[in-house]
T-cell receptor
Framework: EAGVAQSPRYKIIEKRQSVAFWCNPI?????LYWYQQILGQGPKLLIQ????????DSQLPKDRFSAERLKGVDSTLKIQPAKLEDSAVYLC????????????FGPGTRLTVL | RKEVEQDPGPFNVPEGATVAFNCTYS??????FFWYRQDCRKEPKLLMS???SGNEDGRFTAQLNRASQYISLLIRDSKLSDSATYLC???????????FGTGTRLKVLA
């Protein structure tokens, strides 16, 4: 079974530029999560989708971050404009349903903002 | 107070040693608890769920103490390959989200 796919794996941008990350969850998984993991910290939930609806985006900095999951499968996370403090690994995870369950993580996208 | 707190470590232990980590949580109504393992520059992976009655998987034992609001992970007969960061994860009651601790780093030394 294919795992969670993410691209790109690495991205280096300058502050005030825009960047987008892509995630393809495990086939059939209804729930998709985007996390931000800053070095030395645990993952912090940015947004959670159930199919193509948003379940929780309370910690998403909506002035600069946006995310969508238009057809309930793939998802895109965008940052516009980026700040230095956005340097982190952005992890996508999926789980079969909305019930509390095992999350399967992708390899992450490592973002460096200069 | 943070929702989920862990000692960041590192815990440096010799091969074969027994090591235990604790994780405290602030929401007394939290229902579900997990330990995830994260290797350096890799993604987190589920190690084990933590049940009220505790559970064991080989050399790993997880316990829940609701009265004191903490979960624990015990690793017996440590292997070099156990070197990783162990993340405590809590699901607050009434939500579908997961709160991760900062992780505890373990180094098993030859």
């Amino acid at each position: 079974e294919a795992g969670v796919a993410q691209s790109p794996r690495y991205k280096i941008i300058e502050k005030r530029q825009s960047v987008a990350f892509w995630c393809n969850p495990i086939s059939g998984h209804a729930t998709l999560y985007w996390y931000q993991q800053i070095l030395g910290q645990g993952p912090k939930l940015l947004i959670q989708f159930q199919n193509n609806g948003v379940v929780d985006d309370s910690q998403l900095p909506k002035d600069r971050f946006s995310a969508e999951r238009l057809k309930g499968v793939d998802s895109t996370l965008k940052i516009q404009p980026a700040k230095l403090e956005d340097s982190a690994v952005y992890l996508c995870a999926s789980s079969p349903g909305l019930a509390v369950d095992t999350q399967y993580f992708g390899p992450g996208t490592r973002l460096t903002v200069l | 107070r943070k929702e989920v707190e862990q000692d960041p470590g590192p815990f440096n232990v010799p091969e074969g040693a027994t090591v235990a980590f604790n994780c405290t949580y602030s929401n007394s109504a939290s229902q579900s608890f997990f330990w995830y393992r994260q290797d350096c520059r890799k993604e987190p992976k589920l190690l084990m769920s933590v049940y009220s009655s505790g559970n064991e998987d080989g050399r790993f034992t997880a316990q829940l103490n609701r009265a004191s609001q903490y979960i624990s992970l015990l690793i017996r007969d440590s292997k070099l390959s156990d070197s990783a960061t162990y993340l405590c994860v809590v699901n607050p009651s009434g939500t579908y989200k997961y709160i991760f601790g900062t992780g505890t780093r373990l180094k098993v030394l030859a």
